[in-house]
């Protein structure tokens, strides 16, 4: 598996990045280096074998359907450095959603 | 025969619902409709770092009876996947649904469309996340985004691709709506958003077996969209096809007021959600004793509870449907049926008088002021033949309303209403009538036989409406002869 | 040496009178002072701590009973782990001016049990990395020789024991980055099972390896700490609920161990011979003491890192997407759409290793790649998990290097990526298991550079492995 700059561009569009050109080269090479590495599990025999999906043993534990641990406008607000109270705010999205 | 004719439309939806809970799917902020925008957060719906999701107990259930009730297979074991994408209202840049392994699959929903029987075929139920809400239109810099819908529970239900026209579909979103309302799982309100519906159409030639290429609308919170949505998507491509062009798989969005379809633009090309299981949450296990449990707990079913109403009450198909559209009207009027032990009457009375009351008045029928022991007295009036309908609907119904701790014969009798039997009385209103309309009787006798209803008019008039209509009807025979 | 090397000799003092917590929290940020050069603390509590200090002062002397089992306990924890009202930044830009707005579980409960926190310390960005270099606030250095890395990702967590600017440290360990600091800084670094400490206020980087973990100057302080710290939780799905035994009181070993070691380990080209043969010296020791050490195969040592790597990073992917600027962190301060405000905010505020393991991670979860990469890791996790649990069906633990090498120099790897992932094969086994593991100091090289010994054991049998590493640490050096 080689990356190459199309794949490259199509992950920044997936991952929400806009690298430099320098940062592309760079991290072309890396990848590549880090796949070859990654590749060896090609060697490994999984054939039969089912996947490990859950670390944890035990089912889950629901929760009750009971209101705790609001928080106010100002505080869900606090950390926004754009806001027009009481809302947050991107730039105008013009796609319709 | 036009060319239009020569293609059936086949669609497929997923319905959203938002599930009545007190709590979010994952957190424990509150998901009242309508509250001031970001008051209904926590650090788990605003997703901040280090923050992981809890499963909401009353989603499983909700979505284990929605499978009971149509059918479906529950999966004893499922579990929830992460669906990445970037968007401004989806604070985690992923929403937690099932893709995998969801917690219902198959099943059907019955209804139908006039007399014919339509089933439409589940293909699987899961529970997700909703999303927050992004205002476009208050500024024309920013969009505005409001988290207080992010986390509310859904279920998602996925159909297959059974239906043929717009008005199955309508019929089926009702049914769904009446569903979870007797479920007591969803208020199923479209136009709040608690229910809202994609709709996957695509066209084929009629007797085709594979499908065409299909076109998703989405977020359609209308039926009245979605039908002329339906219909108009299904007649561009047809358009297309004989023109000679394929149809492109697309998003798209309508708009009612052009009352076309269009591409959504897309942000993104493809959309690779990269689905993983989400390592946060533990596969979700039921057991057969809980499932057992909500299965006899069920609430009962809309379409049983009209086949009950037209088999047992024999009540004719339209008094069914509109007596079981709201479970608990339905429910009452089984009650005061059985009390009352005259189901038409019953259900004339619930549908003429107090429905409309009710919703006059914006009520549910447990405020409705009257007891069912005063209805049942009411309607025992009306057959023992002391009041006519006419005079029981108009006159009585209404001054019970007003003195709810009266019972109907004392508001009748206070009124002066009671039909009278009494022959002397009657033959004495029925003399002055015929004496007064020489001409008419007449005309009765020599054969104009509908005058009838002229003459009980004139008697049920002088006699204030207290004349007791088959009495009156057989003197005035008797007399007229 | 630490003015006070654990927590007991610190009560007694407490308890004699000759200290108080306001003494204590005065000599620490003196020594904090002392040492800005090393880099440790991102920000520290001064003010907050001393406080603190003067009211739990307070408290003992009103009520001598009422102070809880962490009193007299100054710590340090990683900038990863939320303190409500604290800023909390990830050593990132993304989160430079972003306040935590609820505590970590673990957090609440070390408060509650009287426990001091007299700062923030650096790490490598978002927990992602071995040498704590990528930090936006610059490298942490290693007190023994400042021109060489502390180890990572918790490397500020380890040199704040190291450099005794505090009694114990919490740091985050996902595939090491708590036990290799602690071998590159003389210390014991441990590591719970997975689900044994709730992972409620812990950034996420990669959410089935992380667990909250301890850095301190002894095994007994590390299991008060994994006492008040661990079990259930109401906002953690996957913390366990397993009775937490008093771990504290459990401190002695009774018998002897049957404990097994990786031939292919102990072997693998990449170890530092002086490393290998102390190891190795180690376990003649530990049979000398009448321990069974046998040599167990383990065929899949190769598979250890790529696994480790392709898992954790499509993870980390997901887990960092939420780092959008909408409702908090770094916003571009110029973008004309959504997407741009997007592109901007996430490429600026994250560093270049950051990006690179989320463009990876992304890779490996994206159509057409998935089942070749993430679900080809997923298999390979399941068979060296069960193979590891076969080892441990038949021996109490594992014992293995923790590092192939001592701390190098800053700066000195910078090149080759996969170079330092390399470096991670021994400490990620337990993560990719879930297993407890335990690291503390076996030696120091011909340059003075400390280097640890790791022991794994069966999931939540921490009470075993703890009071076994303190039984030989006390016995053996």
Redesign the interface.
Known sequence: MKVDKPLIS?LE??A?LALSDEEKTQLLTDMNDILSMVEKLDHLDTEAVAPL????D????????????????EE??KNAT?K?D???????????? | MSVYDKYETVIGLEVHVQLS???KAF????TTFGA????????IS?????????????Q?AHAVRLGLALGSEINP?S?FD?K?Y???DL????QITQDNLPICVGGVLPFSVGERAVNIRIHHIHMEEDAGK???D??????????NRAGVPLLEVVTEPDFRSPEEVDIFMNTMRQLVRYLEISDGNMEQGSMRCDCNVSVRLKGETTYGERCEI?NMNSMRYARRAIAYESKRQIDLLEAGHSITQQTL?FDPQTGIT?P???????H?Y?Y??D???????IDKASIDHLRQTLAVLPWEVTTRLRDEFKLPAKDANLLAEEKEIALYFIDLATLANDPKACANLIINKVRPYLQQEKISIEKFPLSQKQLVAFIKLIQTGKLSSSIAYQRIFPALIESPEQTPLAVAERLNLIQSDDEDFLTKIVDEVLAQHPKEVAAYQKGKKNLIGFFMGEVMKKSRGKAAPKTCNALLRKKLA | MPKYSNLQVIQSALKAGSTSCEKLVDYYLARIEKQQALNIYIETFAEEARTRARALDQKYREAPSSVGPLFGMVVSIKD???YKDHK?S?ASKM?HN?T???S?TAIERILAADAIIIGRTNCDEFAMGSANESSYYGPTRNAIDPTRVPGGSSGGSAVSVQADTCLAALGSDTGGSVRQPASFCGLVGMKPSYGRIS??????Y???FDQIGIIANSVADTAILLEIMAGAD?????VSAEAVPAYSQHLSFPGKAKIAYFGEAMQHEGLDPEIKKQSFDFIEALRGAGHQVAAVDFEYLAYLVPSYYVLTM??AS?N???Y?G???GHRTATATS??EH?RKSRTEGFGEKVKRRIMLG?FV???GY?DAY?KKAQKARRLIQDRILQVLADYDFIIMPVTPSVAWKIGEKQGNPVEIYLSDIYTVLANLTGLPAIAFPLGKNKNGMPFGIQLMSAKFTEKNLLSFANTITQNLR
């Open positions: 199509k569009n997936l929400k999906i859950h670390m944890s035990q089912p889950q534990v629901l929760r009750k359907d009971e209101i705790k641990h609001e928080l106010s406008k869900a607000l754009a027009v009481p809302f947050f705010t991107v730039p105008k999205v013009i796609d319709l959603d | 809970s007190l709590t957190c424990a902020d509150r001031p925008p970001n008051s209904q957060t926590s650090v605003l997703a901040h770092p280090g923050t992981l999701p809890r499963l909401n107990k009353k499983v074991k579990y992460r990445n970037f968007y401004a604070p985690k840049g992923y992004s205002i476009h208050l500024s024309d810099h920013a969009t505005m985004i409001d988290l989405k969005n269009t959504l633009r897309n942000k993104e090309n493809a690779d990269r993983f299981p390592p946060d949450l533990a596969p979700v296990v | 990863v782990l939320c909390l990830a989160l972003f935590a707005s609820f970590a992972r409620y206020g812990l950034l996420a990669a959410s089935s109401e906002f953690d799905s996957t499509a993870e997901s960092l997407s939420r959008d909408v409702r908090y959504l997407e997007y992304t979860l994206s159509v998935y993430f």
